[in-house]
């Protein structure tokens, strides 16, 4: 009785409001199947159950980590039966709370490549934000596009989707729902961040083409379920309620809403581009 009666509270407390900070409280909920929400206001972070153990994809700053241990209880779950860390891309806002969740949890941290150095350095080598430090994570294990990590049952996808970062992550999964296959996609990041240098950029010298990569792959998946590492890639708010008030589709279905966003989003790149081009002759 204790349990359930602190469990309920917890997501209540969750529940009651919605901060205005990115990194402020979000209820927890499920989206479908073994894929849960465990994220802040916009810092987007996802609980993936097995029978096995579970997958954390994402944790935050380093302060997001006592929020995300508060709505996997909230969800009946269990911090210490996290057995694997991932990430989207190493950018602080991501990443800087993976070396607290790995010591909370012991889990083994999984980083695609030319992501690792950035994390288990924290924050050191990373394009752009070269002020920006985060505590030191070791990487157990480093991964190659289409690499498939399992637990339990369920297997992810890891695709490579760079330019973000060197190893930004687009994370795939199919899952079973209500006897449907359904492919789940959480989008890495396919965003040109103001001061990004697409031409003539010394120190990422390839990052015009890692986003051309980065389109073309996004553009080949089957999406059905839409996430992303922020909430506003893929609309949160406003799903999360419709799915509040019982929709009887899931809201979290959106391929075309997938389509849309990175077709806006090669439009962006593809108009830095010309832009930065033409600046430079």
Same mark, same amino acid.
Request: glycine share 8%; net charge positive; charged share 20%.
């Given at each position: ?17 919605? +901060?205005? &900070?990115?990194? /402020?409280?979000? +209820? ?23 029978? $096995? @153990?579970?997958?954390? %994809?994402?944790? @935050? ?14 969800? /009946? ?47 050191? @080598?990373? !394009? ?7 505590? +030191?994570?070791?990487?157990?294990? %480093?991964?190659?596009? =289409?690499? $498939? ?25 199919t899952v079973k729902?209500? @006897?449907?296959? &359904? ?6 990041? +396919? ?25 073309? %792959?996004? $553009?080949?998946?089957?999406?059905? !379920?839409?996430? /992303? ?6 609309g949160m708010h ?7 008030? =019982? ?19 090669? $439009? ?14």
């Open positions: 009785m204790q349990i359930s009666f602190t469990r309920s509270l917890l997501l209540l407390l969750l529940t009651l409001t919605i +901060p205005a &900070r990115a990194d /402020g409280p979000f +209820p927890p909920h499920k989206v479908v199947a073994n894929v849960y929400y465990v994220g802040s206001n916009d810092l987007a972070i996802y609980l993936v159950t097995t029978p $096995k @153990g579970h997958m954390l %994809i994402n944790t @935050g700053f380093a302060e997001t980590v006592p929020l995300i241990r508060a709505s996997v209880q909230a969800l /009946g779950f269990k911090m210490s039966d996290i057995k694997i860390i991932l990430a989207s891309h190493a950018h602080s806002d991501h990443v800087a709370g993976h070396a607290r969740a790995r010591e909370l949890t012991g889990a083994k941290v999984y980083v695609m490549t030319g992501d690792e150095k950035v994390i288990s350095q924290g924050g050191k @080598g990373q !394009y752009l934000y070269t002020d920006s430090r985060w505590t +030191p994570c070791p990487v157990d294990k %480093i991964l190659k596009d =289409g690499q $498939k990590v399992k637990l339990g049952g369920t297997t992810l996808i890891a695709r490579r989707t760079p330019g973000h970062t060197r190893g930004c992550t687009t994370w795939v999964t729902d209500k @006897g449907t296959s &359904r492919q789940v996609v959480v989008v890495g990041s +396919p965003n040109v961040n103001p001061g990004f240098q697409l031409v003539k950029n010394t120190s990422y010298p390839e990052i015009a083409g890692d986003f051309a990569t980065t389109f073309r %792959i996004l $553009k080949s998946l089957k999406c059905d !379920y839409f996430l /992303g590492a922020h909430g506003n890639y893929y406003a799903k999360y309620e419709q799915f509040k008030k =019982g929709a009887k589709t899931s809201p979290f279905i959106d391929p075309a809403g997938y389509r849309n966003y990175i077709e806006l989003k090669e $439009k962006a790149y593809i108009e830095k581009l010309a832009a930065q081009k033409k600046a430079a002759r």
